[in-house]
C-alpha cells in the first residue's frame, strides 16, 4: 500500500548535498508506488515558535502567517516525515530546527505522522559528529511515539555537490523504495 511522504529538507544552499540526498530517498520512493511531498524549510520564511498556545484555542492552527501554512495540511495527511540537514555545527540546520519548533502545534491537533526518517550531510569525516542531531531526533520521534524506519549520516562532503557518486545515495534510493 503506497504511502504519503512529507520530505522536509533544511539546507540554506541551493542545490546542495542535503537536497541531492534527499532527491536520491525521494526517487527511490516514488519508484516504489508512493505520493512523495517536498518542503524546503531551508529557504521557506519560518518564525519560530513563540508558546503563545494559540494553537490549542484554535485546533492545531498557528496563528503564525507565514510559510508553514502552506505545509500543515500535509502535516496532517502524510504517514512518513523525512527530516534532512546539513550538519554545520553539531547538529541539524537552524531552519530544520525552526520548521520542528512550529509542529507544537501538533499538541492540540495531531498529525497522521506515523513514521520518521532522518537524513544528514556533513563535512566532517567522524560519523559522530552528527551525534546530536540523531539524538534531537530520536528523543523527539520517541516522545511522540513515531517509528524511525532509518537514519543515514554522510560524511565528508563539503562543496556542492561533493556528494555526487557516493553509495549513500543509493542507500537513500534503498531506504525510500522500502516504504
Known amino acids: 500500500m503506497s504511502k504519503k ?53 484554535k485546533g492545531g492552527q498557528c496563528q503564525q502567517n507565514d510559510d508553514m501554512q502552506k505545509i500543515y495540511p500535509v502535516l496532517h495527511e502524510c504517514d512518513v516525515l523525512v527530516l534532512a540537514s546539513p550538519i554545520y555545527f553539531f547538529t541539524i540546520s537552524a531552519q530544520l530546527k525552526a520548521f520542528i519548533d512550529r509542529m507544537y502545534c501538533s499538541a492540540s491537533k495531531p498529525f497522521a505522522i506515523t513514521s520518521t526518517i532522518l537524513l544528514t550531510v556533513q563535512q566532517d569525516r567522524d560519523p559522530s559528529v552528527a551525534d546530536n542531531a540523531i539524538n534531537t531526533y530520536k528523543s523527539i520521534i520517541n516522545y511522540i511515539g513515531w517509528k524511525n524506519l532509518g537514519i543515514i549520516v554522510v560524511t565528508d562532503v563539503d562543496e556542492v555537490g561533493a556528494i555526487i557518486g557516493n553509495p549513500k545515495l543509493d542507500e537513500a534510493r534503498a531506504l525510500g523504495a522500502s516504504i
Open 5 to 57: 511522504i512529507l520530505v522536509v529538507t533544511g539546507s540554506p544552499r541551493k542545490n546542495g548535498n542535503t537536497d541531492v540526498l534527499a532527491q536520491a530517498f525521494m526517487e527511490g520512493a516514488k519508484d516504489a508506488g508512493n505520493e512523495v511531498f517536498l518542503f524546503d524549510a531551508g529557504k521557506a520564511v519560518i518564525k519560530g515558535c513563540n508558546n503563545c498556545k494559540s494553537c490549542f484555542g
